[in-house]
């Protein structure tokens, strides 16, 4: 009898064990299957969940500008072309604010440069064009001009050329955004 009940003890010991050992097989396939499924993006622009960005957007009144620059520079270190100017504007429309007030000509510079380069800034022309203003201690009025008048013929050819509108009207009301950020740009510097 005490075999019997010791036997039984044994089979219900090894079933219970062999279908933990299969419940934790078929979570481990589920979380594989959950990584592959969030390592394989959509091409769609939307800036991955890993980005440092995310943090900054949830406290960016925690972080010092430094922090903020050491951020950045590590964020953009390895990107996609399909969300690489989405995530640089983003994290553009939260550096420069406080470059204006905090940043010294190097940063300025230095996010004056990566502006420049994006192959549009769409999110942040009004943000482009002040930290612009804000450069007079290292550019001159013509060359402030001219980098102004790059970077609206940049957009403008952007927004005419290569984003699929849905409807006019849009590509209409981001034109006139640019126009009138670039003209209050030139009546400021020449105001002040």
Known sequence: ?????????????????LTSCSEEKESIQTNDKSISLTSERLKDGS???????????AEKSKYSLNEIDTMYREDIITTEPDY????KNT???????????EGNDDLKRYYLK????????????????NLLLSSRSFLDTKEMREVS???????????????????????KAKLQELTYEAALFQRLLSTT
């Open 1 to 17: 009898m005490k075999k019997y009940i010791y036997l039984i003890a044994m089979l219900t010991f090894n079933a219970v064990w």
């Open 47 to 57: 800036i991955p969940q890993y980005k440092l960005i995310y943090a900054v957007l």
């Open 84 to 87: 690489d100017a989405n995530l």
């Open 91 to 101: 994290w553009l429309i939260i550096i420069n604010e406080r470059l204006i007030s």
């Open 114 to 129: 990566e502006q420049i380069d994006l192959k549009q800034s769409l999110a942040n022309i009004k943000g482009f064009y």
């Open 149 to 171: 008048v790059a970077f609206q013929q940049k957009n403008q050819n952007y927004i005419k050329n290569v984003i699929q509108w849905k409807d006019e009207e849009a590509m």
